[in-house]
């Protein structure tokens, strides 16, 4: 099983700031790897997959980055409705599927 | 508009059973992967199973094999997951999420649905 490991595990940003996620797989997953936005009370959300590609309507502030075993998702400047949950996901080596522990995003 | 809706979810005594069921609509259901996730309160994400298309393969997390069976009706758009000996730790909220299109071995969760809550408790 592929272990995905997040950090940190909260990130305090003032809006109108950058954010910088990271996701670690225990082993490759070349550049199969998404990243999820949840917010509370809500499903997750496809932001990111292939590690780079922007899902269908996610805003250009959002980018990914990274293969192999590191990966980051960067937010470039954070808007209100930003703050939220994010998870990264492996989907190279399944079953089983995995995911990261996740990354709260709060406002400073 | 690609939308899950599932349901079936409620409270449930240790070792019982329950049925969850996810509705699609929006797209071809028939041609397309699907997968059940929880996430405990305050928890992350755990994947649960997968089913492909024709339900020619099935996976199951280690943590509900043998207790949860996945299947699905691509005649009424729907996707099951029957949970029998449910334990505490099962309690989440249950999510439906599409999978892999025509073609795809791997690919991420484009869409899911709201989710539906299983508590189990005495």
């Known amino acids: 099983e592929i272990v995905m490991t997040q950090s940190p595990a909260t990130l305090s940003v003032s809006p109108g700031e950058r954010a910088t996620l990271s996701c670690r797989a225990s082993?490759?997953?070349?550049?199969?790897l998404a990243w999820y936005q949840q917010k509370p009370g809500q499903a997750p959300r496809l932001l990111i997959y292939?590690?780079?590609t922007r899902a269908t309507g996610i805003p250009a502030r959002f980018s990914g980055s990274g293969s192999g075993s590191e990966f980051t998702l960067t937010i470039s400047s954070l808007q209100s409705e930003d703050f939220a949950v994010y998870f990264c996901?492996?989907?190279?080596?399944?079953?089983?599927?995995?995911f990261g522990g996740g990354t709260k995003v709060e406002i400073k | 508009e690609v939308q899950l809706v599932e349901s079936g979810g409620g409270l449930v005594k240790p070792g019982g059973s329950l049925r969850l069921s996810c509705t699609a609509s929006?797209?071809?259901?028939?041609?397309?992967?699907m997968n059940w996730v929880r996430q405990a309160p305050g928890k992350g994400l755990e994947w649960v199973s997968s089913?492909?298309?024709?339900?020619?393969?099935?996976f199951y997390a280690d943590s509900v094999k043998g207790r949860f069976t996945t299947s699905r009706d691509n005649a009424k758009n729907s996707l099951y997951l029957q949970m029998n000996s449910l334990r505490a730790e099962d309690t989440a909220v249950y999510y439906c999420?599409?999978?892999?299109?025509?073609?795809?071995?791997?690919?991420?969760?484009?869409?899911w649905g709201q989710g539906t809550l299983v508590t189990v408790s005495s």
């Open positions: 999420a599409r999978h892999c299109p025509p073609g795809w071995a791997s690919c991420p969760f484009d869409s």
């Open positions: 929006g797209f071809t259901f028939s041609t397309y992967g």
């Open positions: 089913i492909t298309s024709t339900t020619s393969y099935i």
């Open positions: 082993q490759s997953v070349s550049s199969n």
């Open positions: 292939g590690a780079s």
């Open positions: 996901q492996q989907y190279n080596h399944w079953p089983p599927l995995t």
